[in-house]
Structures are given as C-alpha cells and as structure tokens.
C-alpha cells in the first residue's frame, strides 16, 4: 500500500517536473544573464553590495510573510472549514507586516553595513512574491504546478528583458530593483484574477487572520530555516568581506544558489501530497526515492571542477578581469551542493509532518556556528571564505538529519 502510494506521488511528480523544469531553466537563465549584465556595467563591487542586500532582504521576508503560500495550500488541499476566506485574509496580514518590517529595517540595515533603499525596495518585490504564490495556491493545492510554471515563466522573461533595457540605458542599479517589484506586484493581480469567484471572499475575519497567524508562526519555522540555507552564507560575507572581494565571493555562491534552487523546485512540489502521509511506511517510501536527487546532485560540482579552466575563460569574457577568481571559487564552493539538497530534504518531510520547530531549533544552532567558522576562518586566513561555506553547509546538513530521525521516531 505504502509503496503502491510512494508510485502515484513519483508519476505525478514526473508530470508535473516537466513544466517545473521549464520554469526552473528560465529562471536560471534569465538570472544568470541578469546578473551577469548587471556585474559587467556596475563592477563587482556595486554587485556585491546587489547580492548582499538581496540576500538580507530574503531573510526578513521570510519572516514578515509568515509562509503564507504555504499554509494557504496546505489550508487549500485538506479543504479547511475556511478555505474562502483565506486568500483575502492572507493578503491583510502579508501587507500589515510588511509596513512594520519596513521601519524595523531601519537598524537592521545599519548594523549590517547594508543600502536601506536597496534592501527595502528588495524586500516589497519579495512581499509581492509571495503574495503571487499564496494567490496561486488555489492550483498547488490540487498538484496542479502548470499554471504555476507557466505565469513564473512568463514573468521572468519580461523582467528579464525590461531589466536589461534599463541596465543599457545606463540608469541606476535601483530601478532594476524598482522595475522588478512593479512587475511582481502586476503578475500578483493576474494570479489572483485566476482564481475562481466562487473560491473566493473579500472579507476579513479577525478569527480567520488568528488561525492563519498560528499557523504561520509554525510554518514559517521552516521557510526560515530554508532561507538561512540559501542567503545566510551571503550575508555573512557581506559582515567579513567588501569591495571587489565580496562582489566575487557572491558571485560564485550565487552560482550554487541558483543550481540549487533548480534541484530544489523538484522536490517542493510533493508537499501538498506528502502532508497526506498516514504513517512511516508512506514517509519512508517517498524519501527513499527522493535519494536519487541527492546522488544526482553529485554529478555537477564534479563536472565544473573538472572543467573550471573553460568556464574562468568564460566568466573573465563575460564579466571582466575584477571576476577571474569566480571560478576557482565556485569550483570548490559547488561541492556543497549535495549537502544542501539533503538540507531541504529534511526541511521539506519536517514541514510536512509537523517537525518544524525540532529542525528549526537545528538549523537555528547551525547559523550560530557558522558564524563562528567564519570569524574563525577569517581569522586564521587560509581560502577562508570557500572553507566557511563549506564547513558551514556540512555542519547544517548534519544538524537537520539528526533533527529529522530523532523527530520521526517519535510517530
């Protein structure tokens, strides 16, 4: 039975990858051109501080939407008894916290050294962001990713393109920043439009926003926890790094970043199925499965440092002289990628099975250690940053494997 299960979520998962894919590909190259312009016109410096505010900016945002998106579809797919009112009532609470998070910014920006107009502006689009999902959690909440990958995938090209027009006009990085924000606040609107009225209600029940902020706290434990894997290691280098240095170092950390959100779309869309899991043996016959991924994601780090001499040539036509050292950095820092699919593995069935606050709690420890590797590593000054990503990322993975057995022997 367990298995029979694991089976129809894996078809279902290789329909729905197609499309992900497509919208996953698009993203990497649209991003990877985006910044490549942007790191070639401003500099490495201007770009380290784009990264570095992005990333911040990513942290906050998490915790100011309450993974909202999340819980909609979760809320969506086991029909909650106020399922019509949880689109407007999500969308009071994203645009409530984001206006305090906007003043609580303020020191925030300060004490890490970062542009509060670019971190800001940062944080709408991702607000924006988010809001798009939890419009189209109607759709995921039924396994149906297409429309999904479809509306990103359009929305990417024309930011892609209206990015570039404003980076050859020579204007100023902000309102690529600024452009992007508009166009993730119009394509919120049209994923709203998309749901059906009879899905729908416009009011606002204080009852409703209560449930739906519980639920948020809880869940966006590990939306957190995510982020921190993904942006922590930038905004560290931000703390320790400046100048051309820190434009670098981003850059061949965004490198993994973007390989691994490529890997890391394919394995969120088994959420809302996965959060269906009766008992072990269905948990068990999915992870199983979801080992293929972590294996693959072997294959690539291996390739690119075999073939980092190709691609130093590469980055150097492409972005310049300040960037002939991103590729002997990403060429080590890629050998972190199999531990942070196995991260979002464990995130991922922890959120799942109500783990969140146990793996939470371990990624939270990780992020204090990581710190002190990277004071520490600094210190000692040999290749500190590649060995600060590196150590960091294992200690993370390590923690959250833990977190997830211990916590999975308790069902």
Request: aromatic share 14%; proline share 1%; net charge positive.
């Given at each position: 039975?367990?298995?029979?299960?694991?089976?129809?979520?894996?078809?279902?998962?290789?329909?729905?990858?197609?499309?992900?894919?497509?919208?996953?590909?698009?993203?990497?190259?649209?991003?990877?051109?985006?910044?490549?312009i942007i790191?070639?016109?401003?500099g490495a410096e201007t770009y380290g501080e784009y990264a570095s505010a992005k990333s911040l900016s990513v942290l906050i945002g998490t915790a100011t939407v309450l993974s909202l998106a999340l819980v909609v579809t979760k809320g969506r797919a086991q029909n909650i008894e106020?399922?019509?009112?949880i689109f407007s009532n999500s969308y009071y609470l994203v645009i409530r916290n984001l206006l305090f998070s906007l003043v609580l910014l303020i020191p925030i920006a300060i004490i890490f050294g970062r542009d509060y107009s670019m971190t800001s502006l940062?944080?709408?689009?991702?607000?924006f962001n988010e809001m798009i999902h939890i419009a189209l959690a109607y759709y995921q909440a039924q396994g149906n990713f297409v429309i999904t990958s479809k509306q990103i995938l359009v929305r990417t090209v024309l930011y892609g393109l209206g990015a570039w027009f404003i980076v050859s006009q020579g204007f100023s990085i902000i309102w690529v920043i600024v452009y992007q924000a508009l166009i993730l606040f119009i394509f919120f609107i049209i994923a709203h439009l998309y749901i059906p009225k009879k899905e729908l209600?416009?009011?606002?029940?204080?009852?409703?926003?209560?449930?739906?902020?519980?639920?948020?706290r809880k869940m966006v434990l590990t939306s957190f926890s995510s982020a921190l894997i993904s942006e922590l290691d930038i905004v560290l280098l931000g703390l320790f790094y400046s100048g051309t240095l820190l434009g670098v170092l981003a850059w061949s950390r965004r490198i993994l970043e973007i390989i691994f959100?490529?890997?890391?779309?394919?394995?969120?869309?088994?959420?809302?199925?996965?959060?269906k899991a009766k008992n072990k043996d269905e948990v068990s016959a999915i992870r199983v499965r979801l080992r293929k991924v972590f294996i693959f994601s072997f294959s690539i780090p291996i390739l690119f440092f075999l073939l980092k001499g190709v691609a130093g040539d590469i980055f150097v036509s492409l972005l310049g002289n300040d960037f002939s050292d991103v590729s002997t950095y990403a060429s080590s820092i890629l050998f972190c990628l199999p531990v942070m699919v196995w991260s979002r593995i464990n995130i991922i069935f922890s959120r799942a099975l109500n783990f969140e606050i146990n793996i939470t709690k371990?990624?939270?420890?990780?992020?204090?250690?990581?710190?002190?590797?990277?004071?520490?590593?600094?210190?000692i000054g040999y290749n500190p940053a590649v060995l600060s990503i590196i150590i960091s990322q294992v200690i993370i993975a390590g923690l959250t494997t833990y977190s997830f057995r211990k916590s999975n022997e308790t069902i």
């Open positions: 039975m367990a298995y029979d299960k694991g089976c129809e979520l894996i078809k279902n998962w290789k329909e729905n990858t197609v499309y992900i894919s497509l919208m996953q590909l698009t993203l990497l190259v649209v991003n990877f051109l985006l910044i490549t790191s070639r016109t401003y106020y399922s019509n009112e940062f944080l709408v689009g991702f607000v209600t416009n009011n606002t029940s204080k009852e409703t926003r209560s449930k739906l902020t519980k639920s948020g959100q490529l890997l890391a779309a394919s394995l969120d869309i088994i959420f809302p199925e996965l959060s371990s990624i939270s420890i990780g992020a204090v250690f990581s710190y002190g590797v990277y004071f520490l590593m600094h210190r």
